[in-house]
């Protein structure tokens, strides 16, 4: 049986990225403000281009803190944050959606979403994706740490130099390997768990453009911030 144990520097990089990661909460308000009311689809959208444009600041501010992000070439900083957001988003959504309430919210949550303003036609990719999530519990390190693989993704459009991108990802990789091993011993499947839920992510990403110029009601507006980091407008 392989002993797993983890070195004194993957314990500074795992309290970088798990600090950096707690100043990144967004606001769960999201969460409390869906509960509080039910919304009409334009308040709903309104609610969402919000919560989205102050994630992805929140986000870049996380992503400076990953160990050597900030020594890539800039252009290559710009293509994974732009290549990896709404991918943090979603992962971000789920991780939200899947925290326990008290008995019967989640079930409203559930249901105050569905009735957003998203198209049918979505919902079953989008909540497939929060359930794969929440039936991980994850811990808030595994997700931090994923947060950032999803960023460090070499293969963004567009990243000139990609071994630079890969020797970031690495280590946290191998953290996080080590981390399921040491926090689930009874699912040796679980890295490869975790793995698995990052491409399910990325096809959520193939639908969002077409989830918010769906959504129903007429006139979408983005924010400039949204429409470049979103395929819209
Ligand atoms: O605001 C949202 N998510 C933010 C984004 C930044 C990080 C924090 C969470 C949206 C809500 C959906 C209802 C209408 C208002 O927006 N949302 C989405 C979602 C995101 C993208 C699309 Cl295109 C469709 C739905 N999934 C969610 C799951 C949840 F549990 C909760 Cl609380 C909210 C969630």
Not at 13 to 25: E, G, S, T, W
Not at 46 to 60: F, G, K
Not at 125 to 153: C, R
Request: aromatic share 8%; glycine share 2%; proline share 4%.
């Amino acid at each position: 049986k392989e002993k797993v144990e983890i070195t004194k520097e993957q314990q500074a990089l795992m309290k970088v990225i798990a600090d950096a990661y707690n100043r990144h909460q967004i606001p769960q308000d999201v969460a409390k403000k869906l509960l509080q009311d039910q919304y009409s689809a334009e308040e709903n959208f309104l609610l969402l281009t919000e919560m989205a444009t102050s994630q992805v600041q929140v986000l870049v501010e996380f992503t400076k803190n990953i160990p050597g992000f900030l020594s890539l070439n800039h252009e290559d900083q710009i293509a994974l944050l732009k290549g990896s957001a709404v991918e943090a988003m979603f992962l971000r959504s789920a991780q939200v959606f899947s925290k326990k309430m008290p008995n019967g919210h989640n079930e409203v949550l559930e249901d105050r979403i569905r009735r957003s303003g998203i198209s049918e036609e979505f919902m079953t990719p989008m909540f497939n994706f929060y359930k794969s999530i929440g039936v991980l519990h994850m811990v808030q390190e595994e997700q931090a740490l994923l947060t950032a693989i999803t960023i460090l993704t070499p293969d963004r459009p567009y990243v000139k130099d990609q071994q630079a991108v890969e020797r970031l990802q690495e280590p946290m990789l191998d953290l996080l390997r080590k981390l399921c091993v040491l926090q689930h011993p009874q699912k040796p499947q679980y890295f490869a768990c975790l793995l698995g839920r990052l491409t399910e992510l990325r096809t959520l990403n193939y639908y969002h453009a077409e989830m918010l110029t769906s959504w129903r009601m007429n006139d979408h507006k983005f924010t400039p911030l949204l429409c470049e980091i979103w395929d819209v407008e």
